[in-house]
């Protein structure tokens, strides 16, 4: 059996030998399933065997063969064309391989949505022209695909928006951020809108100019310390007090 009849057998095998201590070989192959519609119609089965980055032969499913692309590339061809066996094997595996896996790995992780997590505040600007700042972001979610607007009075806004692009978390899933620049207008409702394939009904985030909760809570939690630490202070002081005047000092 030579070397890259072995190869084809395994799905996944890298090779590489290295001559001195800097310069090195690298071959591999590589097993590719091409499509892009949800009933696999277009599927293409790519199997290519590289040499230091350069394809030498590949087989492509919709040409039914082995092609080479180098001179060693075309020797391999023909060999590997020869063989019925390969290429029996070779020419389903566009069916046993491809739609087989791409069915398994669609539904558990293709067709699979998580839902951002929708957060609205207010941020300190650096120059703006306008007084007003506001990030909306969205946290993991997934597939990648995104919309990201702002609303006033139910009005698009399009101007002084600012966008990043969706950034991968390298979880899978992915974050966006969008900022607003505007002059607050009394009475107005500011939203932020996000679509996405997770919700059929796009998630809206309706800035409130008061206070945030958090804020709320902290400044709680700050004056809840301040007067439990005035009267253990007064406590303490009181109980010095009492103490220094019921002790009687005598001179040593
Ligand atoms: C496979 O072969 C077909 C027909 O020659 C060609 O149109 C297609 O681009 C090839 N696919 C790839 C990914 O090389």
Not at 145 to 157: A, Q
Not at 168 to 181: F, K, T
Request: net charge neutral; hydrophobic share 35%.
């Amino acid at each position: 059996m030579s070397l890259l009849k072995l190869l084809i057998f395994h799905p996944i095998f890298m090779l590489s030998a290295f001559i001195g201590t800097a310069d090195g070989y690298y071959e591999y192959m590589t097993s590719e399933c091409v499509y892009s519609t949800s009933d696999y119609s277009d599927m293409v089965y790519l199997n290519s065997f590289s040499f230091n980055k350069v394809v030498d032969v590949q087989f492509n499913s919709t040409v039914g063969k082995y092609v080479g692309y180098t001179e060693e590339g075309v020797k391999h061809a023909e060999n590997f064309n020869k063989d019925p066996a390969i290429l029996q094997q070779q020419k389903a595996a566009v069916d046993t391989f491809c739609r087989h896996n791409a069915q398994i790995w669609d539904s558990s992780v293709r067709d699979k949505t998580e839902k951002p997590e929708v957060t609205l505040s207010s941020v300190k600007q650096a120059e703006g022209r306008h007084p007003a700042v506001l990030m909306c972001s969205a946290y993991d979610f997934y597939p990648k695909k995104i919309k990201v607007y702002w609303l006033r009075d139910g009005k698009l806004m399009t101007s002084e928006v600012t966008s990043t692009m969706e950034l991968a978390d390298g979880d899978w899933y992915y974050q966006i951020h969008s900022e607003l620049e505007y002059t607050p207008k009394s009475g107005e409702k500011i939203s932020c809108v996000v679509e996405h394939a997770s919700s059929t009904q796009p998630i809206v985030k309706d800035w409130n100019p008061s206070m945030p909760e958090v804020n709320r809570n902290k400044i709680a939690i700050g004056s809840s310390g301040l007067v439990l630490g005035i009267i253990i202070a007064a406590a303490g002081l009181i109980y010095y007090k009492k103490k220094s005047s019921g002790r009687i000092l005598v001179p040593n």
